[in-house]
């Protein structure tokens, strides 16, 4: 009897954390809703939908991943569901759409949220199902209320729509191209408006995005927790990297500690990339076998709970970097390091990125892999932007041009690319053809070498955070881990 009483009593310490955790979850969705309300105003409706399945091939659907936008404001992991925010209301401000039961689909398809889960994942207390929600926009949207909810619950609204002013708020995204096939929502825009009155459509997403783009406190500890797993992932990637070895071999040693550590899965397709396929940005095949003397590009991070981080490291498959990839890696590394002590409050992504530039202009001088400074001869080899915003998805949404803040997290990754062909590639113009025979003797000397150094970063108030800092970095650290036994796990 004792020891079924202390094994309860241990399963129930257990399980407390989880508890809590779903607790400060709950606060957060609320806290999110709530200051989103606050920017629509009392005028509005807003509408959200969760993302359909995507069809892998025939009649097989890919792993569902919940639209970002809907998670962000639910929590609720579950297709076909429906979002309404009435933020002039007196009370019931949040509504939940959810499929109804079904025996039969739930036998072939999994269990479905039942209205009181949906309620617990969600923090909203009115939960519909989805076979509701026709009845209950149309009542809305003709002064009538719905359920057991008083009319003048939604009295501002009401009048909003009696005085044409109110707003049917939507996440409308930029529009179709003339060729392209109308979105979902906005073929539900023009239902709307040709079935009701008195209000206008509008596009709320910058309002969530602008909410997303400030990480609360509960999504920080998230985004630490998923950058923890994807560094013990690379640290996992660098032991299983040798001569010999697979790029398939280490993508798959990454990935275990993914799923080992509870992460969902990963947060953009890995990128392991060996000798010449370091200097393909997307390399995705990871098919080929890696050889003594090349450096190994790596390019992964974790979904965990809907938050993603970014990382990328480069590292000697043995062990050693040489001369000539320490110079390149050297100068990556240069352009990083100076461009953190840009990403403070009140600068922006672009003034990130411009040092990187510098950096890497007067670098690429030195090396002779450029014969001016003062132009754009740099973008031959470095050929991308050094910054982008990090969270729920890997490029997350956000004003590239807002000013940097406490709360805003995004990457640094600067990298240079000696891409063989990318001198046979330029334009035959007679500025290309002298810069061409110049800096012919340097690109022979570093060609094949693609070196990117990406850490994701958390501004707060006691300054910037880097959140990958557990993965090697340096040259010293990077060769040193290479040779060192195996990393510990990553405690729970």
């Known amino acids: ?3 079924r009483i202390l094994a309860s009593v241990v399963a129930l310490v257990l399980l407390l954390p989880h508890v809590a955790l779903a607790a400060d979850f709950q606060d957060d969705l609320k806290a999110r809703r709530a200051k989103v309300m ?3 105003g009392p005028d509005s409706i807003l509408i959200v939908w969760s993302a359909p399945p995507r069809v892998y091939s025939n009649d097989v659907d890919y792993e569902y991943r919940q639209d970002s936008n809907f998670y962000y404001l639910t929590g609720v992991d579950q297709a076909e569901s429906i979002l309404v ?18 025996a039969t689909r739930e036998h072939w398809e999994g269990h479905r949220l039942t209205k009181e889960e949906a309620m617990h994942d969600s923090g909203i207390a009115t939960v519909y199902e989805t076979t509701e929600f026709e009845t209950f926009l149309a009542n809305m949207l003709s002064r009538r209320s719905y359920g057991e909810v008083p009319a003048q619950e939604y009295d501002p609204f009401f009048k909003a729509l009696k005085e044409n002013r109110a707003r049917l708020q939507l996440l409308l995204g930029p529009p179709p191209g003339p060729k392209e096939e109308l979105p979902q929502t906005f073929q539900f ?18 309002i969530v995005e602008a909410a997303r783009q400030l990480k609360t406190p509960y999504e920080q500890k998230v985004l630490q927790r998923s950058a923890d797993i994807s560094s013990e992932a690379h640290r996992a990637g660098m032991k299983a990297a040798h001569p010999g070895a697979y790029e398939y071999e280490v993508e798959a040693a990454i990935e275990y500690i993914y799923k080992k550590n509870g992460a969902d899965d990963w947060g953009y397709p890995s990128i392991v990339g060996s000798g010449p396929n370091a200097t393909t940005l997307h390399y995705e095949k990871s098919k080929r076998q890696m050889q003594a003397g090349e450096l190994l590009l790596v390019d992964a991070a974790a979904n965990y709970q809907f938050m993603t981080v970014d990382i990328t490291r480069t590292y000697p498959v043995s062990g050693t970097f040489s001369p000539a990839q320490k110079d390149i890696y050297n100068l990556v590394l240069q352009a990083q390091t100076d461009a953190m002590k840009v990403a403070a409050p009140g600068a922006k992504l672009s003034d990130v990125h411009n040092k990187t530039v510098d950096v890497i202009k007067q670098g690429l001088l030195k090396l002779g892999l450029i014969t001016d400074a003062t132009g754009d001869q740099y973008k031959t080899w470095y050929t991308h932007r050094a910054t982008h915003w990090i969270g729920m998805d890997v490029h997350d949404v956000g004003d590239r041009d807002r000013t940097l803040a406490p709360g805003m997290a995004f990457v640094i990754e600067p990298g240079i690319y000696i891409r063989d062909g990318a001198l046979d590639q330029l334009p035959k113009t007679p500025e290309n053809v002298a810069f061409i025979q110049k800096v012919r003797p340097a690109y022979e000397k570093y060609k094949n070498i693609g070196v990117r150094i990406e850490d994701s970063f958390l501004l707060t108030n006691a300054g ?21 036994p195996q990393p510990s796990s990553l405690p729970r």
Do not use: W
């Open 464 to 484: 910037l955070e880097r959140l990958s800092s557990k993965v090697p970095r340096t040259v010293e650290e990077i060769e040193s881990f290479m040779k060192s």
């Open 38 to 40: 606050q920017e629509l």
């Open 85 to 102: 925010l009435m933020p002039g209301n007196g009370g019931h401000k949040e509504m939940l759409f959810v499929l109804p039961r079904d």
């Open 1 to 3: 009897m004792v020891s």
């Open 189 to 206: 825009a023009n239902r709307t408006r040709e079935r009701f009155f008195g209000f206008t459509v509008n596009d709320a997403t910058a």
